[in-house]
């Protein structure tokens, strides 16, 4: 369960604004495992709206997903109902509802920062799901772990500099890129390195309406707005008028556009469970 957005409000619009992304990366590093991706199991941890599990149907033998909240999950299954084969279940990545060893991949994509409060300093929610991850995986398998870094998350978006505060509030549930390499090597996988895409956008053709964040269908694919406060919202969507009435918002965009090319929007954390 997200410690702070209420998602059965948000999958109405979730994939308004929404799109998979790293599918090539996330294919590439699957191929790299021990089996032939096309004879693969592979499982979405938190599949929310099924984006990622449509992405992976027709390419893998078999698609598992799980997803906590129900209103995301009842999405996935309307999206996913011509899909012989797969398995979708409601269930938490702290207790997988899933064999041990019954999968070649594990794909998390946006998931672990809704386990943790910011308070934790060690991320124990976040290590006990990747002690999980492990557990159903089999030998030879992959994890891959779509994440951010904290300055990514600051740089990548155009809209974090209009909302600091919340920004501050979310990175802290963002476990550090090397503390997570570190919760998989304790768990018994072994970290194969982390991909970034420097070219694509969660909001895909969306991302870049100046006047997006004024509306909540669009705010509703982006996690970060959840922590805005009501006063902070009021004046964000002031500066963002106020910005596209006087002709700076292009300028604006362009800056943040050029810090977005640098940084990415997201980075891939693979692990691999080894063949013994």
Known sequence: MSKFENYTITSENYDLTRQPVGLELIF???????????????L?????????????????????GVELNLGMLETAQTKMADC??????QGSVLELPIEDGACDGVVVNYVLHHLEDGSDASFAATRSAVAEF??????GGTLIIQTCYHQQYRQGYWY??????????LVHR????????????????????????LD????????????????????????SWA???????????????????????????AEREALRRQHGQATFVIGRKPQS
Request: with cysteine; proline share 6%; aromatic share 4%.
């Open 160 to 169: 974090s500099a209009l909302i600091p505060a919340a920004i501050d509030r």
């Open 44 to 64: 979405d941890a938190g599949c929310g709206t099924g984006n990622y599990l449509a992405a992976l149907h027709g390419k893998v033998a078999k698609v598992e």
């Open 134 to 139: 492990h557990r159903v995986l089999a030998p």
């Open 227 to 253: 922590l805005v406060e009501e006063g902070e919202m009021a004046n964000v969507i002031a500066e963002i008028k106020r910005m596209v009435a006087d002709s700076s918002m292009d300028e604006f965009l």
């Open 200 to 223: 694509e956008v969660l909001q895909g053709e969306t991302y870049l309406d100046p006047l997006g964040p004024t509306r909540q269908e669009w705010r509703d694919g982006d996690s």
């Open 174 to 197: 963002f476990i550090p890129l090397q503390l997570l390499e570190q919760g998989m090597s304790e768990s018994g996988l072994v970290p194969a390195g982390r991909l970034v895409s």
């Open 84 to 89: 012989p084969g797969m398995r979708l279940q």
């Open 28 to 42: 590439g590093a699957l191929a790299c495992g021990s089996r032939p991706l096309g004879e693969q199991t592979v």
